[in-house]
């Protein structure tokens, strides 16, 4: 029941699921638009998949040191990344960078939304942990959906990324109102 906790979620819901909206299309985008063979896709994958390890060591230290502002950092990070991406992927070599930069940049949002989750859960942490695992769930067939409908309504495979990008910058809306209702809640 608090709000907090629920806004956290939110966060995770709408923010991650800019990532999901270009992940889940990476293949085709890839082949199609990038122009790379269907034999590079292993290397996308991994390139996204180190991007993400890289993603999780940058989040924790971030989440240790400066936890909202690691959270902005993150999320912020992953509007510009997307939002790039739409022209990066043109080219097979930028593709490539971008794929590992928004496997980095959105799994970096990953400890700080864990942390601040645990933060504002208070009593409740253990149910809280579950409910961060179902958004981010959420956030990954949200993101797919959304990608999908951008796309069957004839955007093409660079829409997902734009889509993608405003879905971060919803994210860092409800996280900079969540921090202004906890700042108010404070005096």
């Not at 906790?5 to 966060?11: E, F, H, Q, R, Y």
């Not at 960078?97 to 400890?111: E, K, Q, Y």
């Amino acid at each position: 029941g608090r709000v907090q906790v629920w806004m956290t979620l939110i966060v995770g819901m709408v923010g991650f699921g800019g990532m999901f909206a270009v992940y889940t299309y990476i293949s085709t985008t890839l082949t199609d638009v990038s122009g790379l063979g269907a034999s590079f896709i292993p290397l996308a994958l991994m390139l996204y998949g180190l991007g993400m390890v890289a993603g999780n060591f940058v989040g924790g230290y971030l989440a240790d040191r400066a936890l909202m502002k690691g959270l902005f950092l993150s999320m912020g990070s992953l509007v510009v990344i997307l939002a790039v991406f739409v022209m990066a992927v043109r080219n097979p070599y930028t593709a490539l960078i971008f794929v590992f930069l928004i496997g980095l940049a959105g799994s970096s949002m990953v400890p700080g939304l864990q942390t601040r989750l645990m933060d504002v859960a208070e009593d409740a942490q253990t149910l809280a942990a579950s409910l961060n695992h179902a958004a981010l769930n959420i956030a990954n067939a949200f993101g797919a959906w959304i990608g999908g409908v951008v796309i069957a309504a004839g955007y093409g495979y660079t829409a997902p990324a734009a889509v993608g990008s405003l879905l971060a910058v919803a994210g860092l809306v409800v996280l900079a109102v969540a921090v202004i209702l906890q700042r108010r809640a404070a005096r």
